[in-house]
């Protein structure tokens, strides 16, 4: 009968300390989360990583609908997206086989998938096989 009691206690104390860890760590995720959203400075951070990884997909997706691929079917690699004053940047690495000026024939379409009114390319100093193109 001890052994029972006590084994009953011991539970009992057990699942009190985890119910008071666990909603200390959901006030303490909460309070983050509501600071976050409460800051504009990072809320605009926040949705400006999620329009650029949106972007990042929707670029991908267009080199696999067009012919942006090497002959061995591999896609343009995406180095660098960040959000910018000027919209969103892709630092893209061309691959053997593909050009600026190929990328440059599909610019409406990559505009039209990116949710951008325009897009252009510029290129980047670290070589010609590396482009940045810019997405307002």
Known sequence: MEVALL??????GYWTTIAQAQGTVVAAIGGVGLACVGTPALRRWIVGRGRALVVRHRFQGVCLDTA???RK????LVLATTVSDEGVVLVVWLRRGLSPELVGDYLPEIATACFA??????P???GAQVIMLVLR
Do not use: D, E, N, Q
């Open 117 to 122: 009114r325009r897009a252009t390319i510029s």
């Open 124 to 126: 980047h100093h670290f």
């Open 73 to 76: 079917g591999r896609l343009p």
């Open 7 to 12: 084994c009953v206690a011991l539970a009992v």
């Open 68 to 70: 942006m691929r090497t």
